[in-house]
């Protein structure tokens, strides 16, 4: 009796690992199918991709990535979406990290009811606020200006910055801050010299999060630029598609130059994110 539980427990256990891994191996196969064909299709010309769309390029026609490549405009469009991202980090991080310190460490009259406030954040996204927010910008003589981009963003991802840097603050130990304060420390310069280093994963994961969020932002953008020299990646994308809507190969090779940059960041910063969303996980 005790092998047949044993035998069907370990059957179970079995048939569960592989439902996973089929699970998994579908989900994997959603997305990356949809990439290999966008990365082959780029190097076919319209008429292989209307003959022979999910065969090998025959021949081969790597000019329509290095058309993009030898693209200055291309060019511009990146480096406008770097200098936007990280700009949009270092606000929101260099805000979220002082609020997130209030809020965890000091007690005031108050502090539950302002931390549900930033909180009630999370439930308005860009597409709900785009026209009063149009009309602030404007009103402030920021169209077409990279800040009416950059402070958007950041007041928008202060909220989710604020939750993930609170929780982690709160678990340093009060002993650490007690004994720092005996050593003469201020309360700025133990969240400078002693806060700031300890919550290195956290910061790394909201920084993460918030580079990601400014890249991949295509509505804000839209509605704030109109000079094309201020164009980000997702801009560029609609405006190269909509130029070469008859050339759909060199249309893939551009969507797939414009997702290289995305791809290589969270690829080096993936061990980052990872261990700052388990460090908090545990701590919590």
């Known amino acids: 009796m005790n092998t047949h539980r044993t035998q069907a427990r370990r059957s179970g256990v079995l048939l569960r690992s592989v439902s996973l891994q089929t699970l998994v191996v579908v989900l994997g196969a959603f997305v990356v199918v949809p990439l290999l064909f966008a990365l082959v299709g780029g190097f076919k010309d319209t008429a292989q991709l209307s003959s022979n ?9 790597p000019e329509n990535y290095t058309d993009v490549l030898a693209s200055g405009v291309f060019w511009r469009q990146i480096l406008n979406s770097v200098f936007i991202a990280l700009a949009t980090t270092l606000v929101v991080v260099g805000l979220s990290a002082m609020a997130a310190f209030v809020f965890a460490r000091f007690a005031f009259r108050g502090r539950e009811a302002l931390y549900t406030l930033f909180t009630v954040g999370l439930m308005f996204p860009f597409t709900v606020a785009i026209l009063p927010l149009f009309v602030l910008v404007r009103t402030m003589g920021l169209l077409d200006n990279p800040l009416g981009v950059i402070l958007p963003q950041a007041a928008f991802g202060l909220p989710m910055t604020i939750i993930i ?87 893939l090779a551009y969507i797939v130059l414009a997702m290289v940059p995305a791809l290589a960041f969270y690829g080096v910063a993936e061990r980052q994110l990872i261990g700052g969303l388990t460090a908090g996980a545990s701590k919590g």
Request: overall charge neutral; aromatic content about 16%; some cysteine.
């Open 165 to 251: 840097l609170r929780s982690f603050f709160r678990t340093i130990p009060r002993e650490v801050e007690e004994a720092a304060t005996i050593d003469g420390c201020t309360a700025f310069g133990f969240f400078w010299r002693i806060l700031l280093p300890m919550a290195r994963p956290a910061l790394a994961t909201v920084s993460v999060l918030a580079i990601v969020a400014s890249w991949n932002n295509f509505f804000l953008p839209l509605a704030i630029f109109t000079d094309p020299n201020w164009w980000t990646v997702p801009l560029g994308v609609q405006q190269f598609s909509g130029q070469y809507v008859s050339d759909t190969a060199k249309v």
């Open 53 to 61: 769309p999910f065969g090998l390029p025959s021949p081969w026609a």
